[in-house]
């Protein structure tokens, strides 16, 4: 599997921003470290059409720190584009030509389409959806890209990006409520003028780019939830509304130091969800998934000529790039506790879905990654990594309930509780027997030498499971017994045998 080291730049309307990122041939990403620059030259464009000198400095002084992040992290190539802006500013090559002689960095410029072609490509990657239209609110403008089965079949660029829109309509501080409707229905009448088709009933609305994840960070710091990560978070139409609310409420000083939002986003955030909120409703969204990853990381997939493949595909892909960063982990002992996992599954729930396959696959693939951190408490720990990695191609209930497995696997007491709002009541029997299975196959494959046959055969006799399996011990076998008694409401007969 070939991995390129590769550095993009991505100079924006409202900021600019280099991210130093390993890309596999399959599109899996590690990002190695990633730099930000507050430019605002949407507002420096917007009274002249021109960039300023001390724009053009900004713009300097942060492409030479992106440089030199880039070479401290040992990029192999740098990839660098510019958008609405620069795109607009009427010295805009001559920035580029500077830019060329005194960093060496060629700058594309690349038009709206393009811009909504490479956030797409990034933004829909890691996310298990099949179609919809992504959202990118920039400083300077709004890409729209409307998807069917993963590909891209029509993009809209409109001038309403979040700084343009809060410079050009709310003067005041605390913005006004007739600035606040002004600016919606300017929003709006773009949208209809440019015949923007509402979502379908199977269509999805995917948010990305730094508005919609900062709106996504202040929700998620207001409230308990049990997953880090803000790519695969749901944001409801009604909590952006109320969001505006309380944004368009406050003084920029007191947005400056608000829970979840960037200080550096307090002046151009209220502008931001209105175009937001104003969006959802005009496509009939009544909430908005946010992708962690867009215009960067789909440079970086287009760089490779990475597609966009199916979103079991992803998370297969995911999953091993996951447990490879790990020494504690095993491929052949993974793959042998997964097969031992997948037959115990067949024999004592033959009805069971891919779904819940799938999940078990996960699981017993995973299950020894904590072991780097400790050794014990090795299923917490994975279960914790789970939730807080850049696993691709799961929902955050996908993410909950693998996590839980294993949790489970470990601790019979724990609770489906800790991953409230995600797992409810209904999901504590089946996520049991889930761990249960986990449990068992891990006993039997920790006593399966390697290049041995599995050593176990599992059929269900009634109220017993009668299982064939390297286990000997009494007292663990009496263990996994009333495990089993409790899950499944099914003795546990273990008959020791030695792997074939």
């Known amino acids: 599997m070939a991995h390129q080291s590769m550095a993009v730049i991505d100079l924006g309307s409202n900021s600019g921003r280099v991210v130093v990122l390993d890309v596999d041939d399959h599109g899996s990403i590690e990002i190695l470290a990633d ?12 009274p002249t059409g021109r960039l300023s000198n001390d724009a053009i400095d900004r713009v300097l002084g942060a492409l030479r720190d992106f440089e ?54 990034g933004a829909v990657y890691s996310l298990p959806v099949q179609h919809g239209t992504v959202t990118d609110i920039g400083g300077g403008s709004m890409e729209l890209s409307r998807f069917r089965d993963r590909r891209l079949v029509g993009s809209f660029t409109l001038a309403v990006g979040a700084l343009r829109m809060s410079d050009r309509y709310l003067a005041s501080d605390p913005p006004a409520a007739g600035e606040l409707e002004a600016l919606a229905a300017s929003v709006r009448r773009t949208l209809q003028e ?34 880090p990560r803000l790519d695969g978070y749901v944001l409801g139409r009604k909590r952006v509304q109320d969001l505006v609310s309380v944004l368009s409420g406050r003084r920029l000083s007191r947005r ?14 209220v502008g931001g969800a209105v175009v937001a909120v104003t969006t959802m409703e005009t496509l009939g969204a009544d909430e908005v998934v946010v992708s962690g990853r867009g215009l960067r990381e789909g440079l970086a997939f287009d760089s490779i000529g990475a597609h966009l493949p199916s979103p079991q595909s992803v998370r297969r892909t995911s999953i091993a790039a996951l447990a490879s960063r790990f020494a ?20 004592l729930e033959p009805a069971a879905g891919p779904s819940q396959e799938e999940r078990l696959d996960q699981a017993a693939t995973v299950l020894d990654v904590g072991r780097s951190i400790d ?21 955050h209930r996908k993410l909950a309930w693998l996590a839980a497995i294993v949790r489970q696997a470990g601790d019979e007491e724990m609770s489906v509780r800790l991953y409230r709002p995600l797992l409810g009541p209904d999901d504590a ?70 792997g074939s």
Request: net charge positive; glycine share 8%.
């Open 35 to 46: 730099g930000r620059s507050p430019l605002r030259l949407a507002r420096d464009v917007a």
């Open 68 to 121: 030199a992040i880039a070479s401290g992290n040992r990029a192999v190539r740098t990839v660098a584009v510019a958008t609405a802006a620069i795109r607009e500013a009427a010295n805009g090559d001559d920035l580029l030509t500077r830019i060329r002689a005194e960093t060496g960095i060629e700058i594309r410029v690349i038009d709206g389409a393009e811009e909504a072609r490479l956030g797409f490509l």
């Open 194 to 227: 440019q015949d923007v088709p509402p979502l379908k009933a199977d269509e999805r609305l995917i948010g990305t780019g730094g508005t919609i994840r900062n709106l996504a960070k202040i929700d998620r710091s207001a409230r308990a939830y049990p997953i």
């Open 256 to 269: 400056q130091v608000m829970a979840g939002l960037n200080a550096d986003r307090a002046d151009s955030i």
């Open 328 to 347: 504690s982990w095993d491929r052949g002992r993974a793959e042998r506790r997964a097969a031992i996992a997948a037959r115990l599954l067949l024999a």
């Open 375 to 395: 050794f014990y408490r090795r299923h917490e720990h994975t279960a914790d990594i789970l939730v807080a990695s850049d696993l691709a191609g799961f929902t």
């Open 429 to 498: 029997e089946p996520v049991a027997r889930a761990g249960a299975i986990l449990d068992l196959a891990d006993e039997i494959e920790q006593r399966v030498a390697p290049g041995r046959g599995l050593g176990v055969s599992c059929e269900v006799r009634g109220r017993e499971v009668h299982l064939a399996a390297p286990i000997f011990d009494p007292a663990r076998r009496a263990r996994l017994d009333a495990r089993f008694r409790r899950a499944f409401r099914r003795r546990l007969v273990v008959t020791p045998m030695v």
